[in-house]
């Protein structure tokens, strides 16, 4: 499977980007799938994740109420829709896949990922 993950950018505080990560080569229908996130000097760190099928999601408490993942199995895509940014939310993000349909808070637990997208958010 090979995840490319788009659409970070700059943005304000209190603004809104939505990241996409495409897969191809295998169908993401029955993987297991994570956001995670990493800033400058700091280890990477869990941000979201979604079962296949898409019935049950887990967030970080730093992201929860702000930020939704989603999935699309039909365009083998999933979605990171981030409102209301705050300068801490600055990092690059990436998204994995993981063998498993079920969500995974580790990122020891997902076997392939994209290349990242950085977000910036300005104060």
């Known amino acids: 499977v090979q995840l490319q993950a788009s659409g970070g950018g700059l943005v304000q505080t209190g603004g809104s980007l939505r990241l996409s990560c495409a897969a191809s080569?295998?169908?993401?229908?029955?993987?297991?799938m994570g956001w995670f996130r990493q800033a400058p000097g700091k280890e990477r760190e869990f941000v979201a994740t979604?079962?296949?099928?898409?019935?049950?999601?887990y967030y970080a408490d730093s992201v929860k109420g702000r930020f939704t993942i989603s999935r699309d199995d039909a365009k083998n895509t999933v979605y990171l829709q981030m409102n209301s940014l705050k300068p801490e939310d600055t990092a690059v993000y990436y998204c994995?896949?993981?063998?498993?349909?079920?969500?995974?808070?580790?990122?020891?637990?997902?076997?392939?990922w994209g290349q990242g997208t950085q977000v910036t958010v300005s104060s």
């Open positions: 080569g295998r169908t993401l229908r029955t993987y297991g």
């Open positions: 979604i079962t296949w099928g898409g019935g049950s999601t």
């Open positions: 994995a896949a993981r063998n498993s349909g079920y969500y995974s808070l580790d990122d020891r637990a997902y076997n392939y």
